[in-house]
Nanobody
Framework: QVQLVESGGGLVQAGGSLRLSCAAS????????MGWFRQAPGKEREFVVY????????YYTDSVKGRFSISRDNAKNTTYLQMNSLKPEDTAVYYC?????????????????WGQGTQVTVSS
């Protein structure tokens, strides 16, 4: 079975950094694009970033561009989200997702598998 396991969330002060990890199993990792989404209370799940199968193509939502950086290590079946200069508005549950043959990359419906989510809380 496919499993995505996230780690690295927590509480951080504004301006701080966190690195989220998402370890995948049960799939051929290099066949999948990976995405990160986030969902704050009362809001819809929001696209953050995706990375293609090889790591050569990335796309960030405007609100995180320049602060967040996605990467992947196909040998470790893991994708990472480095989050710097965190702001209170970044507070959300962050989810990693995997998708193959994606048509839509910036909506949750474009992805096939999801992690459990990890809470990121940025205090002011």
């Amino acid at each position: 079975q496919v499993q995505l396991v996230e780690s690295g969330g927590g509480l951080v002060q504004a301006g701080g950094s966190l690195r989220l990890s998402c370890a995948a199993s049960g799939l051929t990792f290099s066949n999948y694009a990976m995405g990160w989404f986030r969902q704050a209370p009362g809001k819809e799940r929001e696209f953050v970033v995706y990375i293609n199968w090889s790591g050569q193509i990335t796309y960030y939502t405007d609100s995180v561009k320049g602060r967040f950086s996605i990467s992947r290590d196909n040998a470790k079946n893991t994708t990472y989200l480095q989050m710097n200069s965190l702001k209170p508005e970044d507070t959300a549950v962050y989810y990693c997702a995997a998708g193959r043959s994606l048509v839509v990359r910036t909506r949750p419906t474009g992805y096939d598998y999801w992690g459990q989510g990890t809470q990121v809380t940025v205090s002011s």
